[in-house]
C-alpha cells in the first residue's frame, strides 16, 4: 500500500475560524482609493453604459455622493472631469483655471469634508483638443515632452492651490516628478504628496474610462508614453526613475493583467505601493455577472484580495463603494 501524506495542509483549512484565523491578506475600507467622475451641471448622475452602477455626477451630487462614501468608511478619492468639448484647446489651458469645473468642485470638497483626502489627476487628456496626455506637435503628432511638463506643473500647482492633497501624475512623461515636486516646493506646497502612475502601461483596459470622459486620443494612441504590456523589467527603471525624483507612493495600473508587476515593484521599494483596478477590468466582471455567468460579489472580491496579495498597500478601484458595504456586512 502506498504510504499516506504525512503533512496535511487541509488542516488548516478544516473549519470557517482556523481559515480566518491563517488568513493571509485581508481587506479593509482603508485599503481604497475610490475614482468618481464629474460633470457640468445640476442635479443630474448619469450611469455610464460600459461600467454598471457607475455615474457620471455634478458636482452638488458628487458631494453627496463623497458624503455617502465617508458613513462606509472610504476616505480617499480621485475624481475626474469631464470637460466641454468648447473648453478644450491644444495646451489644456483649462487645466490651470481656478474657476473651472474641476478646481472649483475639489475646493468644495475639501470646505465640506476637511478630512476627506483627494488625489488630483495630472495629465492632459481630459483638457486636451487632441486627446492626448501631452502637447501634440501640430506638425509630426509628436508628443512633446518637455513641452508637457509646463503644462502639467502648472496643472499640479493649480490643483495644490484648490487644496488638492495627494497630486497623481498619470502622463507618463519623463522626468515629470521632479519637475512637478519642484514646482510644488517653490510655491510653499512641500506638504502635498505625489503618487506617481510609475507603471502605467498602454492598455485596451482603459475603454470604459475614456467613454466616460471622452477622452480618447483623436489621432493615434499612447504606445510613446505609455508601457509596452510585454516589459516587467522596464516597470523597476520607472520605479528607480520615480523614487529618485521624489515620487512618495508609486502606481502600477492596470492591475489584474499586471500582478506580476505589482509584485516586482513591491519587493524593489521601501514606498507604499497602490494598484489602479481599471474600467475595463471592472467593466468585464460587471458584464459577465450581468449575465448570470459569475458571481459578481464574490468576483469583486476575489479580485481586490488578489491585488492586494501581490502586494498593493492601497487599490484605486471603482467597486470601493459596493465592496465597502460588503465589508461592513461582514
Ligand atoms: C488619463 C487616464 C486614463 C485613466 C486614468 N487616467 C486613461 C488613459 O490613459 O487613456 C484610465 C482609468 C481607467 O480606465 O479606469 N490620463
Not at 1 to 11: A, E, G, Q, S, V
Not at 19 to 43: A, K
Not at 143 to 170: C, F, H, K
Request: proline share 5%.
Amino acid at each position: 500500500m502506498p504510504t499516506l501524506p504525512t503533512h496535511r495542509p487541509r488542516r488548516n483549512r478544516k473549519s470557517q475560524v482556523i481559515r480566518d484565523m491563517v488568513q493571509e491578506t485581508r481587506l479593509t475600507t482603508h485599503d481604497f482609493i475610490y475614482p468618481l467622475f464629474l460633470i457640468e451641471g445640476q442635479n443630474q448622475q448619469l450611469e455610464i453604459h460600459s461600467m454598471p452602477g457607475i455615474h457620471r455626477f455634478t458636482a452638488d451630487r458628487l458631494i453627496d455622493e463623497i458624503g455617502r462614501c465617508v458613513e462606509l468608511g472610504i476616505h480617499t478619492f480621485a475624481p475626474f472631469p469631464a470637460i466641454n468639448d468648447a473648453l478644450k484647446d491644444r495646451l489644456a489651458k483649462e487645466s490651470a483655471n481656478p474657476e473651472g469645473l474641476y478646481l472649483k468642485t475639489v475646493a468644495d470638497i475639501k470646505r465640506q469634508f476637511p478630512d476627506v483626502v483627494l488625489m488630483t489627476d495630472v495629465a492632459m487628456d481630459p483638457y486636451s483638443s487632441d486627446g492626448h496626455d501631452g502637447v501634440v506637435d501640430a506638425d509630426s503628432g509628436e508628443i512633446l515632452n518637455d513641452a508637457s511638463l509646463e503644462v502639467l506643473g502648472q496643472m499640479a500647482l493649480a490643483q495644490a492651490r484648490a487644496g488638492a492633497d495627494i497630486i497623481g501624475p498619470s502622463d507618463m512623461m519623463d522626468g515629470r516628478v521632479a519637475w512637478i515636486r519642484e514646482v510644488l516646493d517653490q510655491n510653499a506646497f512641500g506638504h502635498v504628496s505625489i503618487m506617481s502612475y510609475t507603471a502605467k502601461y498602454a492598455s485596451a483596459f482603459y475603454g470604459p474610462f475614456r467613454d466616460a470622459l471622452d477622452s480618447a486620443p483623436k489621432k493615434g494612441d499612447k504606445k510613446s508614453y505609455q508601457m509596452n504590456p510585454a516589459n516587467r523589467r522596464e516597470a523597476l527603471r520607472e520605479l528607480a526613475l520615480d523614487e529618485a525624483e521624489g515620487a512618495d507612493m508609486v502606481m502600477i495600473k492596470p492591475a489584474l493583467s499586471y500582478l506580476d508587476v505589482i509584485l516586482d515593484v513591491k519587493n524593489h521599494t521601501n514606498l507604499p505601493v497602490t494598484a489602479y483596478n481599471v474600467s475595463g477590468e471592472y467593466a468585464m466582471v460587471k458584464a459577465a455577472a450581468q449575465n448570470g455567468w459569475l458571481d459578481g460579489e464574490k468576483t469583486m472580491m476575489e479580485v481586490l484580495t488578489s491585488i492586494k496579495r501581490a502586494g498593493a498597500d492601497a487599490i484605486l478601484t471603482y467597486f470601493a463603494k459596493e465592496a465597502a458595504a460588503v465589508l461592513r456586512r461582514g
